[in-house]
């Protein structure tokens, strides 16, 4: 049985959907992890507005990983290089590298998802259930 709360999240016995539009409006961040129920890592969504600039920021544990949904975008690191990113573009950064993005668009916002973790990989623990087999 599942169920559906006041942010349109419907959640069952170990899973939860959602869809961004509904975890908030406007431009900045859509938590993503309290709503859904994720304890494993952290996860937001950031809605740049056109031609925003994020400031500087780094992480003292948590390496990040940052997925470009709409947009363009340019992310610039501490060393002063500069990579632009389009839908489905992909960026790691360690905790302590210093990062920034900036929305390429003077007319479009855009979206992309961040998340970020520590302590390393879990492995490939993937099983399928009793009966189930491969196709």
Do not use: C
Not at 85 to 101: H, Q, Y
């Amino acid at each position: 049985m599942s169920e559906t709360n006041d942010q349109n999240v419907t959640k069952g016995d170990g899973y939860a959907v959602a869809n961004l539009d509904d975890l908030g409006q406007g431009p900045g961040f859509r938590k993503i992890r309290k709503p859904l129920g994720l304890t494993a890592f952290g996860a937001n969504a950031i809605v740049l507005p056109p031609s925003y600039e994020t400031g500087k920021h780094f992480h003292e544990e948590q390496e990040e990983l940052y997925f470009l949904h709409s947009g363009r975008v340019a992310i610039e690191f501490g060393d002063g290089s500069s990579h632009e990113l389009e839908p489905g573009g992909l960026a790691w950064v360690d905790a302590s590298t210093v990062r920034k993005l900036k929305n390429l668009s003077d007319s479009e916002d855009a979206v992309y998802v961040v998340v970020g973790g520590k302590d390393g990989y879990v492995g490939r623990d993937g099983r399928q259930p009793e009966g189930e087999t491969h196709r």
